[in-house]
């Protein structure tokens, strides 16, 4: 499975920005996704994940209410939806393949493939 994200920027505080991620190599329909970020000096931490049909999401605590997770299986894209942003929400943010599981998880290490990354900046 290739990744590939996209939709990165720089942002004021209070916008919004629509990162996707772009999968091949295996059957989109058939796994999990997530997305994940990691700010300059801190752990990666988990930001929100969506089953094998988009019909189950889960999300972080910091960012529920303000992003939303989403898929389109026909064009084997996974999206993160962000509003409301805020100078913390600065980070890499990474979209993530659980090919093993169908339900969403915040587990990094249920993960087992990475896209490169795409940074968000927010600016107060």
């Known amino acids: 499975v290739q990744l590939q994200a996209s939709g990165g920027g720089l942002v004021q505080a209070g916008g919004s920005l629509r990162l996707s991620c772009a999968a091949s190599?295996?059957?989109?329909?058939?796994?999990?996704m997530g997305w994940f970020r990691q700010a300059p000096g801190k752990e990666r931490e988990f930001v929100a994940a969506?089953?094998?049909?988009?019909?189950?999401?889960y999300y972080a605590d910091s960012v529920k209410g303000r992003f939303t997770i989403s898929r389109d299986n026909a064009k084997n894209t996974v999206y993160l939806q962000m509003n409301s942003l805020k100078p913390e929400d600065t980070a890499v943010y990474y979209c993530?393949?659980?090919?093993?599981?169908?339900?969403?998880?915040?587990?990094?290490?249920?993960?087992?493939?990475w896209g490169q990354g795409t940074q968000v900046t927010v600016s107060s």
């Open positions: 993530a393949a659980d090919t093993y599981g169908v339900e969403p998880t915040g587990w990094a290490n249920e993960y087992d493939y």
């Open positions: 190599g295996r059957t989109f329909s058939s796994y999990a």
């Open positions: 969506i089953d094998w049909s988009g019909g189950s999401t």
